[in-house]
């Protein structure tokens, strides 16, 4: 069964403490792996597709990285702004869904 | 470019009445997407719709549930019969023609809350 647990549930970090979040998956056959922000009370926003291991994207202060097993989000050097919910998806064998992992909830303080 | 349309963003329903829930997918994107979110759960796959046609719905509840997503107009999911459970946030999202979740776009979502 296709799987996506991310790691930790919660990252509390000060402001410039930069850190990584953590995807684990098991699919038969990675399609695409996908990285979502979702602030309180909106929907997710898009950030990033990969599709191979070894692949790299970034934007701003984000580095999505990924592996045969897992992917990474790292945040450099993050701000009060970057806290929200991170969540990882990988797309399900027919190409039809998402599934979504639960969530990392990071809180950035100054 | 307007984004994913959701309607309404809060919804408070009795049990046993119906819920109708509305999504109007950016221009020009013919794929939409319903995804459930429960508290302290991640998002959850319901059904996918091109015009007309429901591609997948191996996410739907098998009864109460149901989606359409017509010629002309928006998409709609339909809970009949609510009951405490069904309260969530539920998420709509589209993509373009041919690219399917690569360019998925979500609406800010409905909050159904089942009293």
């Known amino acids: 069964e296709d799987q996506v647990t991310q790691s930790p549930e919660a990252l509390r970090l000060q402001e410039g403490e930069s850190s990584s979040l953590n995807c684990s998956y098991t699919?038969?056959?990675?399609?695409?792996l996908f990285w979502y922000r979702q602030d309180p009370g909106k929907g997710p926003e898009f950030l990033f597709t990969l599709y191979s291991a070894g692949e790299e994207k970034e934007k701003e202060r984000l580095k999505a990285t990924l592996t045969k097993k897992e992917s990474f989000l790292h945040i450099t050097a993050p701000k009060p702004e970057d806290s929200a919910t991170y969540l990882c998806?990988?797309?399900?064998?027919?190409?039809?869904?998402?599934?979504f992992g639960k969530g990392t909830t990071l809180s950035v303080s100054s | 470019n307007a984004g994913v349309m959701q309607n309404p963003r809060h919804l408070v329903r009795r049990r046993g009445q119906e819920a109708r829930l509305r999504c109007s997918p950016m221009k020009g994107h013919s794929h939409v997407y319903w995804y459930r979110q429960l508290p302290e759960e991640g998002l959850k796959f319901m059904v996918y719709l091109q015009k007309e046609n429901i591609i997948d719905e191996s996410g739907m509840p098998k009864e109460r549930f149901s989606a359409e997503f017509p010629k002309e107009g928006p998409s709609i999911l339909r809970i009949q019969q609510v009951v405490r459970g069904d309260s969530a946030a539920y998420f709509c999202?589209?993509?373009?023609?041919?690219?399917?979740?690569?360019?998925?776009?979500f609406g800010q979502g409905t909050r159904l809350t089942v009293v």
């Open positions: 998806a990988v797309e399900n064998q027919a190409g039809t869904a998402l599934i």
């Open positions: 999202a589209s993509s373009p023609q041919g690219q399917r979740n690569t360019e998925a776009f």
């Open positions: 699919v038969s056959g990675l399609r695409g």
